[in-house]
């Protein structure tokens, strides 16, 4: 057995048991090249295999994306600076997150050019830990009565010239836009917004069950946060929620914390999209950080119990961790393990068009993959083959049994 380099050289892992698409290859061996790349998972042979890394007692799995991801750490992408994305970044890597989205709020024009920008820099300058795609503009094209914890008083009519400017602000990073799809000028965004290459959400939204659908077919990918901040389901108005977990096309998000929708809710819209549910974290600054006063986006928020509220009451973000959203649907619709995981590693991977290199475990993919023990702890995580997280496990003779 060979010793682990956090740099990148060809190292093969062997591990109790790999999750290989999405199917598991129990007492197996995958190898990664110079490249960051997987060149081969197999079964484990002690006679042909001498040269590798036990991992011990642990499932290997992909790495987990958050794709809707506001802060954590007392950070926010809002503040615009490599250390706060930096910060996130590790924390990120430390829960099982390999990619993420670091995604904008309402805010003035000048704060959402500032934050896009910075997000391009670091980008290209890279972060320590969980990798960062890109951009995600939420806000300012939402509407009033849906707006959640935006403040309206920066909502914006929707323009393709902003439009724009916001992709070149953030050196074409921006991967999505939410927007409500009843603005006028909505569907024409949409088709620009799809010719630049940059996926459409719909969220903090009125729109009815028609408005939705047509947004839909003009080429918008799926819907912001599902049941929250959006005309809900009703017998004869199916509204935001309907169109979302009926079309083929769209991407559902979920913020799988048991405050933000009811576990019975979720069961709901996973009977309907099935593998099209994404869970995100939607988390802000004040994930991984004791109760007390926050800031999100232009509003002071309140966080009590893990529970964050503005003044009003409204809950603004969550401090959700993705692990805890698997360990959550796994346990409220009673699937196996590996079907909860890729709800957060390959869909959210299919919704950013990025499945033929993340979101699982095969030839030819990245790797990125994390060791995880029986009790949810992870042990290691990697970025494109290079070893980010690692913590030092009590050692356990207990068989596996996630």
């Not at 930096?86 to 390999?98: D, E, H, I, K, P």
């Not at 890109?134 to 849906?146: H, S, V």
């Not at 917004?193 to 009125?206: A, S």
């Not at 405050?259 to 019975?264: G, I, L, M, N």
Request: proline share 3%; with cysteine.
């Amino acid at each position: 057995m060979e010793s682990e380099q956090h740099t990148n050289v060809k190292q093969s892992y062997r591990a109790q048991r790999i999750l290989h698409g999405d199917k598991w290859l129990n007492d197996a061996l995958i190898t990664v090249n110079v490249d960051g790349v997987i060149d081969v998972i197999e079964q484990f042979e002690p006679q042909q295999h001498v040269d590798f890394i036990d991992l011990g007692a642990v499932s290997l799995l992909p790495g987990m994306i958050d794709s809707h991801v506001h802060g954590a750490k007392g950070c926010d992408v809002m503040d615009a600076n490599h250390n706060s994305l930096n910060t996130m970044s590790r924390y990120f890597a430390s829960l099982g997150v390999t990619a993420f989205v670091a995604t904008t709020v309402t805010a003035p024009v000048a704060k959402i050019r500032c934050a896009l920008k910075q997000v391009a820099k670091s980008k290209q300058q890279g972060v320590d830990g969980a990798e960062l795609l890109g951009a995600y503009l939420e806000g300012p094209y939402f509407t009033e009565k849906n707006r959640g914890a935006h403040p309206t008083v920066w909502f914006r009519d929707l323009s393709v010239e902003e439009l724009d400017d916001w992709i070149s602000y953030s050196d074409n990073q921006l991967l999505k836009v939410a927007l409500a799809p009843e603005k006028t000028g909505a569907l024409k965004a949409i088709r620009y917004l799809n010719e630049q290459g940059v996926r459409v959400m719909l969220g903090h939204t009125d729109a009815s069950y028609d408005q939705v659908q047509k947004a839909l077919d003009a080429g918008a990918c799926g819907i912001v946060h599902c049941y929250n901040g959006m005309r809900g389901l009703h017998h004869r108005d199916p509204g935001v929620v309907g169109a979302g977990l009926l079309n083929p096309n769209s991407y559902v998000e979920m913020i799988a914390d048991g405050r933000h929708v009811h576990p019975a809710a979720i069961d709901v819209a996973h009977r309907c999209c099935g593998t099209r549910m994404t869970l995100i974290t939607d988390a802000m600054c004040a994930a991984g950080m004791p109760d007390g006063e926050y800031t999100l986006g232009e509003y002071q928020v309140q966080m009590r119990d893990g529970v964050v509220t503005t003044d009003s009451g409204s809950l603004a973000g969550s401090t959700l961790t993705l692990l805890t959203a698997v360990q959550n649907i796994k346990r409220w619709l009673n699937i196996p393990l590996e079907q909860a995981w890729l709800m957060a590693s390959l869909t959210p991977a299919e919704s950013l068009g990025l499945q033929h290199q993340l979101g699982t475990l095969e030839m030819g993919k990245r790797a990125s993959m994390v060791a995880i023990q029986s009790d949810f702890s992870i042990t290691k995580t990697w970025v494109n083959g290079r070893l980010v997280f690692e913590t030092k496990p009590v050692p356990s003779q207990e068989a596996l049994c996630i």
